[in-house]
């Protein structure tokens, strides 16, 4: 059996780069994948404590409506982002950047509570899911960003291992 020294002393780093690309280029975006599925469970969570701050009005079924839309978005995207898909890692940035305008706009004119003259248990309460709030969106945010940049690292190796005639379409469609 030969040890991990052995092995690299006989080939160069190029030769151990281009075997790693050979052999990962089947598999699948497993990292990506990952914190894409930890971004719609945070997401979850997100809509989960939001709804229970929310006073019941309009805007409450809007706000479900359209975080399930998110929610499944998310779960579409992660499948994507799973295979190598472009598409979906872009759109998946895009959602990244709604989560900082959702951090720097959307919660603090959503969550605005009048604090009253004397600040009672319930006033600490909402001030404490509000800050929930934003970390869970900073969060989700780390989480997205370093999901489609590992995405965008390997789609450029891929395309750069298909580019160098390496792989034929024939071999890529089985």
């Known amino acids: ?30 990292v990506s994948y990952l914190l894409a599925l930890a ?3 945070l997401e979850i969570i997100y809509m989960i404590i939001a709804l229970d701050n929310m ?5 409450v079924g809007i706000t479900v409506i359209f975080n399930i839309f998110i929610i499944l978005f998310l779960f579409l995207a ?7 898909s472009k598409t979906f890692t872009i759109m998946l940035s895009v959602f990244i950047v709604y989560l900082l305008i959702r951090v720097f706009y959307v ?9 009253p003259a004397q600040i009672t248990d319930t006033v ?33 190796e891929r395309k750069i291992y298909k580019d160098s005639g390496k792989i034929s379409a024939c071999q890529m469609s089985k």
Do not use: C
Request: net charge positive.
């Open 78 to 84: 992660a499948i994507k982002v799973k295979v190598y």
């Open 1 to 30: 059996m030969i040890d991990r020294i052995t092995y690299r002393r006989q080939f160069s780093k190029e030769e151990i780069h281009a075997k790693k690309v050979d052999e990962s280029f089947y598999a699948i975006n497993s």
């Open 55 to 59: 006073e019941r009005a309009p805007i």
């Open 124 to 156: 600490l309460f909402l001030a404490q899911k509000r800050s929930d709030l934003i970390w869970l969106s900073m969060i989700s945010f780390v989480f997205g960003l370093v999901s489609v940049v590992v995405s965008f690292k390997k789609i450029a």
């Open 39 to 41: 971004l719609t469970v």
């Open 107 to 115: 919660i603090p004119v959503l969550f605005t509570y009048e604090i």
